[in-house]
């Protein structure tokens, strides 16, 4: 796609040389971005002062305090968003286990220092949720896509598929660097030089 072999970014005086990017179904992150949209309005803040809003990262984080959230919410929509924040959470969780790694020449935009444009398409594990399906389309599944009855029961049929990727919106970036993994806080990039060979 492009002749950009990695990208050279700086941090606190410390270089770093990407040569993958982690990126993720854009239909699943849209998915991911659609509910956090839809709790947003239901859960709103609560006289504690916790909130689940900011960076991603940070409402991620709220996860861990849906217990809370559960014992906290007083009426129907608060107990609404608890309920859309919790599958939010947990999808965000399998996104994070499926994105690939894509070598930055494979990568659209990659020479724009803004990761939200970074896009590419590929093969990833893509879900799909099978939890409210009937009888009839349990048995379509079994023969279209040879679906277990273990995957039926546990409401995923996880299949590789091409589709468009993107950047998981988060406050880390996952990268591979000289053959490492690395998790970048990308607010913190000082420099970025596309390496071109």
Known sequence: MTNVTAVRISIGGNHLLIQKVVLHSAAAVGRWQSLMAEAQPL???????????????????????????????????????????????????????????????????????????????GEVDSEMDVRQIGMFDRSRLKKEYGATDEEISAGFIIRKTIQDLIILPDDFVTCECDGKIVMIKWSNVEMFELVVG
Do not use: C, Y
């Open 43 to 121: 859960l709103g803040t609560f006289s504690s002062g916790l909130t689940v809003w900011g960076s991603p990262g940070a409402a991620i984080a709220a996860g861990a305090a849906i217990g809370f959230l559960e014992a906290a919410v007083t009426n129907a929509n608060q107990k609404k968003g608890v309920s859309v924040l919790t599958e939010a959470v947990a999808l965000h969780e399998r996104l994070k286990q499926r994105g690939v790694f894509v070598p930055v020449n494979e990568i659209n935009e990659i020479s724009s220092p803004s990761i939200s444009r970074w896009h590419s398409r």
